[in-house]
Nanobody, 123 residues
Framework: QVQLVESGGGAVQAGGSLRLSCAAS????????IGWFRQAPGKAREGVAV????????SYGDSVKGRFTISQNNAKNLLYLQMNSLKAEDSGMYYCAADSTLRCREPLYYKYWGQGTQVTVSS
């Protein structure tokens, strides 16, 4: 049984930083795409940062490039998202996702999702 558990969300002022973590059980990160997605109320779920199998390629959403960094610890099956220079528009529920798909940027192709961790950025 695959389980993804996010942590690290919270409330922060604009310009601040947060580090999200995702712990996986029953799934090996190196076997497929892994990434972070977010969803704000009334908006579609969007890709924040994803890693292709093997970690050879990383993609960031345009709105977070230069501010967010995704990383992984394969030995511990942990995924991280370092978020700096946070803006109010970064607020939302952040989800960790994984799947053997190679369409890493597209949330519809992910089978496994965590419950999410809330990020609230006040301006």
């Amino acid at each position: 049984q695959v389980q993804l558990v996010e942590s690290g969300g919270g409330a922060v002022q604009a310009g601040g930083s947060l580090r999200l973590s995702c712990a996986a059980s029953g799934y090996t990160f190196s076997t497929g795409c892994i990434g972070w997605f977010r969803q704000a109320p009334g908006k579609a779920r969007e890709g924040v940062a994803v890693i292709w199998p093997g970690g050879g390629s990383i993609s960031y959403g345009d709105s977070v490039k230069g501010r967010f960094t995704i990383s992984q610890n394969n030995a511990k099956n942990l995924l991280y998202l370092q978020m700096n220079s946070l803006k109010a528009e970064d607020s939302g529920m952040y989800y960790c996702a994984a799947d053997s798909t190679l369409r890493c940027r597209e949330p519809l192709y992910y089978k496994y999702w965590g419950q999410g961790t809330q990020v609230t950025v006040s301006s």
